[in-house]
Nanobody, 117 residues
Framework: QVQLVESGGGLVQPGGSLMLSCAASGSRFSISTMGWYRQVPGELRELVARITSGGSTYYAASVKGRFTISRDNATNSMYLQMNSLKPEDTAVYYC???????????WGQGTQVTVSS
């Protein structure tokens, strides 16, 4: 049983920055594949960025060059540094933790990011 808790969301102006955090407890964090997803009401949840246990990263084309995903296994934490934010980045952002072979798959409750003037 795990808990994933996102934090760091809020209201920011276009061009601004935010840092999202995901704190994992009761998990096998160090071997997990971690990811940030986002969802707009009425639309599918989409992958924003992913990082494996070995540190390999993937970014959606829409955020590449602006967002940076990282993890700290010592604190069971994952982060998403978001720079040059755009209104189209507005969404609920979710933390995901899964086993390498999907032997477990867990989601946080989400944190709202709103980019607006």
């Amino acid at each position: 049983q795990v808990q994933l808790v996102e934090s760091g969301g809020g209201l920011v102006q276009p061009g601004g920055s935010l840092m999202l955090s995901c704190a994992a407890s009761g998990s096998r964090f160090s071997i997990s594949t971690m990811g940030w997803y986002r969802q707009v009401p009425g639309e599918l949840r989409e992958l924003v960025a992913r990082i494996t246990s070995g540190g390999s990263t993937y970014y959606a084309a829409s955020v590449k060059g602006r967002f940076t995903i990282s993890r700290d296994n010592a604190t069971n934490s994952m982060y998403l540094q978001m720079n040059s934010l755009k209104p189209e980045d507005t969404a609920v952002y979710y933390c995901r933790e899964r086993g390498p072979a999907y032997e477990y798959d867990n989601w946080g409750q989400g944190t709202q990011v709103t980019v607006s003037s």
